[in-house]
């Protein structure tokens, strides 16, 4: 069995790479593929597109499937931390103290930490570097970054390194434990433009290092954060196209370990990351980080100067796919960019987040396809009334339906994020949600959702105001390193752990058009409520869409 899998991983990866029809008849072949454990469980339900597309999808899943068992394999007995989309994302989450860290730290490099360290030498001595940066989205990249900085510290001290990115924004904004500075020079809040350049001409003494904006440095063994006014601010409006070079775009491989056509946009195909708009122009939120500037500052700019951008990604790149990824991309921009697609006849193909707002009219949804639109993500949440005026969504479930139908009648898929756990919610209201998500589905409303179980975060009105929204914050102690996810008592609320594995159960039939008919009771293992929605909730507000 090992010398399959190991004769069989070039050939799957390079077709993950570049899909042909040649080699997806190959892996389609009895006993090419290995049997694991993934491969032998394969679903049996699913229909596949008639033809080579339809032959090279199915080759795909199996391919990934191939590949998600070498790295079981992998995060079994060669690394505990390994995952293709993040690594060692359990240490860095809510990691109050530095103490875990530190530890791991001194350990010895793992087989795959010594890979990512081989390619980083070659970088460096390639490149010569006057400063490194490391951008941080999320916990799942702290540990990664902190090995290559350790590194350079080793064996390049003369290099400075920088941190910054969205995991540094949230979590490291109280930062006061020094010991991260014996792995890193500087670290960086909010948008990097304005820290970065003052980061530079610091190290050019062009400026004192009291003229450092938004940004962290040890100063005679303490945590000092430096941030001289008024800050530098690059608008949105005026930054240039980011810079996608250096990135081996033939290299990188195609998953597809969910079949259903919309759920399969984040790990098939390969997209240019854009964002319209900085911030979000609603920002009321209860739940969400609406105090941190990436998602209070609201900056906008020019369906023009989009496009140019959009241009110049496209000669950069060769590739013409786009994901904005906006924190909710504005209706009235949407509109104007898809006008200046089709205008300057610039052929793509995009998807973004929106928030369901009544302002997406059957008439813009067309506009939004015909300008290459396939796709939308947002939020419903919890899917109930009550609960989405006192999170201040701005949105109810009639809205949704008719926003999501829109979108739908005009073959843009649509993805909806689900929320289950907010503050006071009840099991009646749990089981309600499910329903309504369920009468979506079959209505064809949404194509793709998932569960996200509500946590509270300290920059968002629920942390900074917990009794208004009926719980106590429990913890964790902050002690002197990340601070953002916050651990709660909902008294008055269901017990919301119970109810993961059954709302899950019920979604990943949906997914695959199945269930529809089942009783809401067959997804959960104990009592549940019946739910006080009509079966035809949705078709009642949809049908009376049609008679107006």
């Known amino acids: 069995m090992k010398e399959l899998y190991i004769s069989r991983v070039d050939i799957v990866i390079g077709f993950l790479q570049k899909q042909d029809i040649t080699t997806a008849n190959k892996i389609l ?17 699913i229909k596949w597109e008639a033809g080579e597309l339809g032959i090279i999808d199915k080759a795909k899943h199996y391919g990934t499937l191939f590949i998600e068992e070498i790295g079981d394999f ?81 064996f390049f001290p003369g290099i400075p390194i920088a941190f910054g990115g ?7 904004r109280s930062l006061t434990d ?29 400026i004192d290092i009291d003229e450092l904006e938004r940004t962290f440095v040890l100063e005679n063994g303490q945590v000092v954060y430096k941030n001289k006014i008024p ?52 920002k009321q939120c209860s739940f969400c980080d609406v105090s941190l500037d990436y998602i209070g500052n609201y900056q906008n700019t020019t369906a023009e100067a989009l496009v140019d951008k959009i241009e110049k990604i496209i000669e950069d790149t060769g590739i013409n796919g786009f994901h904005f990824v906006d924190e909710a991309a504005p209706p009235k921009m949407l509109r104007a960019l898809s006008n200046q697609l089709i205008e300057r006849n610039v052929n793509i193909t995009w998807w973004t987040n929106i928030r369901f707002e009544k302002t997406f009219d059957f008439e813009l949804c067309q506009l939004m396809q015909k300008s290459g639109c396939i796709a939308v993500t947002g939020g419903l949440e919890v899917a109930s009334d009550r609960l989405l005026a006192k999170m201040k969504k701005g949105v109810d479930i009639a809205q949704v339906a008719r ?25 009646q209201e749990t089981i309600d949600s499910l329903e309504v998500v369920k009468q979506l589905f079959e209505r064809n409303c949404i194509q793709s959702a998932f569960w996200h179980q509500f946590t509270t975060t300290v ?27 916050l651990y709660h008592i909902d008294a008055q609320g269901a017990d919301h752990p119970k109810f993961t594995k059954g709302l899950n159960f019920a979604l990943n039939n949906y997914l695959n058009g199945l269930g529809f008919k089942e009783s809401l009771q067959n997804w959960f293992d104990f009592p549940v409520p019946k739910t006080s929605h009509p079966k035809d909730l949705i078709e009642s507000v949809l049908s009376q869409v049609g008679a107006n």
């Not at 597809?256 to 964002?275: E, I, Q």
Request: one cysteine or more.
């Open 459 to 485: 920059h968002s009105p629920i942390g900074k105001d917990p009794q208004e929204f009926g719980i106590e914050i429990t913890g964790p102690v902050f002690e002197g390193f990340a601070q953002n996810d």
């Open 74 to 154: 992998i995060q079994a007995n060669v690394d505990e931390f390994f995952a293709f989309t993040k690594y060692a994302e359990q240490i860095a989450t809510a990691a109050s103290s530095f103490d875990q860290l530190d530890e791991l730290m001194r350990y010895q490099p793992t087989l795959i930490e010594d890979e990512m360290m081989n390619i980083l030498e070659e970088k460096l001595q390639e490149h010569t570097p006057d400063l490194v940066c490391f951008t941080i989205p999320f916990p799942g990249n702290l540990f990664a970054a902190l090995r290559c900085s350790q590194f350079i510290k080793q």
């Open 403 to 427: 926003v999501t139908h829109n979108f739908s009648e005009n073959n843009i898929m649509v993805h909806a994020y689900l929320m289950y756990g907010f503050p006071m919610q009840t099991e």
């Open 29 to 45: 072949e009895t006993d090419f593929l290995p049997l694991g454990h993934r491969l032998i469980n394969v679903s049996t339900q």
């Open 166 to 172: 969205g995991y540094c924004n949230t979590e490291l």
């Open 178 to 206: 020094s010991r991260i500075f014996k792995f890193i020079d500087f670290i960086s809040l909010d948008d990097g433009e304005g820290p970065l350049l003052k980061i530079v001409k610091y190290l050019e003494d062009v």
């Open 231 to 282: 800050n530098t601010i690059f608008h949105h409006r005026n930054l240039p196209a980011p810079d996608y070079s250096g990135l081996p775009f033939d290299k990188y491989v195609s998953f597809l370990d969910v079949v259903n056509p919309m759920h399969r946009m984040w790990t098939d195909a390969r997209w240019n990351k854009l964002t319209i708009s900085h911030g979000c122009y609603w």
